[in-house]
Each structure stands twice: as C-alpha cells, then as structure tokens.
C-alpha cells in the first residue's frame, strides 16, 4: 500500500505562488509517474500536470508556463510549484502516483487526501 500526503494549500491573492508537496510512503517497490488533479466544486476533477519517472513532464494548457512540476525520486516526493495564480486555480489538489508495491504486483493508482487552493480576486 502507497500512501500520499500533501501539504502547502491555502489562501492567495490572484498573481501570488503556492507550493505544493507530496510524499509517498508505504510499501513502495516503484513509482512510475506522479502528478498532480484538481477538482472545483461542480466539477470533474482535472489533470494539472504528471512528470514521469525520467522527469518527463506534461501539462494542461492551464497550468502551461505559470506551474511547475518536479520530483525527487530518492526522497519520493513531487511539487508544483504555482505562479501566477488566478480565481479560477481555486480548487482542491490532489496528488496521485501510478506505482507498484511489490516486484510481482501490478501498477496501481493512488491518491492523496487532497489540499485546499484558494484564490482571491
């Protein structure tokens, strides 16, 4: 079992930054990608952004040259950092990892429990 944890949401003003964290820990044999979702209320959750474990990163157009996404495989941890922040950033973010636990086992999806994002006007 993987579990995820993040850390650093909360309250900015639009065209602030936040940073956000996320640990793995847990049975952990290897992490494939990670990433970062975000969800608003109404709405289906989102893809910010993945990096691969060779540090191959994707992004949604939203996130594209105002967010960036890094992670240090030794310490098994991925952040965003967030620039440029808009109202519409406002949501809650979730980390999620497609991982093994075991060298037998199949990849697997997991998430976090999620950090609030809020971005006043």
């Known amino acids: 079992q993987v579990h995820l944890v993040e850390s650093g949401g909360g309250l900015v003003q639009a065209g602030g930054s936040l940073r956000l964290s996320c640990a793995a820990s847990?049975?952990?044999?290897?992490?494939?990608?990670m990433g970062w979702y975000r969800q608003a209320p109404g709405k289906q959750r989102e893809l910010v952004a993945t990096i691969s474990g060779g540090g191959v990163t994707n992004y949604a157009y939203s996130a594209k040259n105002r967010f960036t996404i890094s992670r240090d495989n030794a310490k098994k941890t991925v952040t965003l950092q967030m620039n440029s922040l808009k109202p519409e950033d406002t949501a809650v973010y979730y980390c999620?990892?497609?991982?093994?636990?075991?060298?037998?086992?199949?990849?697997?999806?997991?998430w976090g429990q999620g950090t609030q994002v809020t971005v006043s006007s």
């Open positions: 847990g049975t952990i044999f290897r992490i494939n990608v």
């Open positions: 999620n990892t497609l991982a093994t636990s075991t060298p037998w086992g199949s990849s697997r999806d997991y």
